[in-house]
């Protein structure tokens, strides 16, 4: 069977595998099924190939530019998004716009909350079914590892704060990320009868669409870190409720990363989002616009405008 046959239908069995059945999401693999520069964070989630489908353009012309794998709170860049010899980057929201023009020569394009390009992982009509079953459901978003980064927190301590909220909703789901998947870091949560459920793979074809399915599900959002899932939630009208807890992170390879002093924009989301109830203010919405881009959305149109002009011939 040759690569591109046996790629098509291993997408197609990932395409049915559920967002609770772990040890399949476990088995799945970098399929390397885009095609784009090397060494860029364009394959990450799938992300460009996404935003060409969304803008009806040839998914196998790569793009000459980079995109900014998520949205970073922190006043950084990191060098392997930047150092292609790229004019242009995509990135999430007015915030980020900003750090990317103080610390490099890049010029940046606001896009807004990636997830808005992304079909949902399962029809309207699955989803109802689903939310009929769970009843009002609140999604637990952990601060998560990634490759080349580690992630510590009390987990116990966080199951505190769930707890708390627990008899507001019928169903807990915890999203937990791949690379905690793999460390068995769900198990605690399992234990207190939680649902765990995870979006696969970041390198998986599908792995938007089922985050996308995920927060489809779901109500409420209660995390512990500022990460990108929470301009995900915000673009999806769901209510943050942002839990203060001390995080340690093991990043060996932080000499990649560009950084400004004293620019952060952590308390400011404990400030918006720190509240003890599930509600989506209007203070919260005018933040959202210039953290996560909300209102930066782009229509098919406007899209095909920015990306015909960066597929690279």
Request: proline share 3%.
């Given at each position: ?44 989630y ?29 006043g ?8 292609h ?17 103080e ?17 949902n ?132 390879c932080?000499?990649?990363v ?56």
């Open positions: 069977m040759n690569w591109q046959i046996f790629n098509k239908n291993r997408i197609e069995d990932y395409k049915r595998i559920d967002v609770a059945d772990l040890k399949r999401l476990l088995s799945e693999k970098n399929l390397h099924v885009y095609s784009e520069i090397s060494g860029t964070s364009n394959t990450t799938g992300i460009a190939h996404h935003l060409k489908r969304y803008a009806e353009i040839d998914t196998n012309i790569p793009l000459n530019c980079t995109l900014e794998h998520g949205l970073c709170f922190m950084t860049v990191c060098q392997s998004e930047v150092s010899h790229n004019s242009r980057i995509l990135t999430i929201s007015p915030y980020r716009e900003k750090i990317i023009k610390l490099t020569e890049l010029i940046p394009v606001v896009i807004g909350p990636y997830i808005a390009y992304v079909e992982y399962r029809p309207k009509e699955y989803i109802d079914e689903v939310k009929k079953k769970n009843g009002r459901t609140l999604l637990v978003m952990p601060s998560h590892s990634i490759q080349g980064m580690n992630v510590e927190y009390d987990i116990k301590q966080f199951i505190q704060e769930i707890e708390k909220v627990k008899t507001e909703f019928d169903t807990i789901l915890v999203c937990v990320y791949y690379e905690d998947l793999k460390k068995g870091l769900w198990k605690l949560y399992r234990e207190k009868g939680y649902g765990i459920v995870s979006a696969g793979n970041t390198g998986s074809p599908y792995f938007l669409n089922r985050l996308k399915y995920i927060f489809s599900i779901s109500d409420a959002v209660i995390a512990n870190g500022a990460t990108t899932g929470l301009a995900y939630a915000m673009h999806m009208q769901k209510p943050i409720r942002l839990v203060r807890q001390n995080i340690d992170f093991d990043m060996p932080h000499n990649n560009l950084e400004l002093e004293a620019e952060s924009q952590v308390e400011n989301m404990h400030k918006y989002f720190g509240g003890k109830e599930f509600v989506l203010s209007e203070k919260q919405l005018e933040y959202a616009d210039y953290i996560f881009g909300l209102n930066r959305v782009k229509s098919k149109e406007e899209m095909r405008k920015i990306l015909l002009p960066l597929l690279k011939n």
